[in-house]
């Protein structure tokens, strides 16, 4: 089933990996509780990539965390103030479309997430 056309267009996935799972379940509760996601996924994946001249290979964390992406400022900020890395990956894809009840249940847990008009 196709989403409504507003729904899946504020609606994501963002994607960010962590150096342990420790980190990466740290992140995913402050996301989860703070409204800023509806649900984070962890998966081990290995990581191979450049940095600093060097290219690295590395066992991580990857979250794939289901959001509203109108918050994805807020987002970011959570992850970077908790995340060790330098440059962290917090990548936004827009969700094109999904389940009809599984995006109106990701909009529903995020909808406080929002930060309040003055």
Not at 21 to 41: G, M
Not at 46 to 72: M, N, P, R
């Amino acid at each position: 089933m196709t989403a409504p056309k507003a729904q899946a267009q504020t609606l994501g996935v963002v994607l960010v990996t962590a150096p342990n799972k420790a980190l990466a379940e740290a992140i995913a509760r402050q996301l989860v509780e703070t409204k800023l996601a509806a649900c984070v996924s962890l998966l081990p994946v290995a990581s191979i990539y450049s940095w600093q001249g060097e290219v690295h290979h590395d066992d991580e964390w990857q979250l794939v965390i289901k959001t509203d992406l109108a918050h994805f400022d807020r987002l970011e900020a959570a992850v970077r103030a908790l995340h060790p890395y330098e440059v962290p990956e917090v990548i936004g894809l827009p969700i094109a479309c999904g389940s009809l009840p599984y995006l109106q249940w990701i909009a529903a847990q995020t909808q406080s997430g929002a930060v309040p008009e003055n």
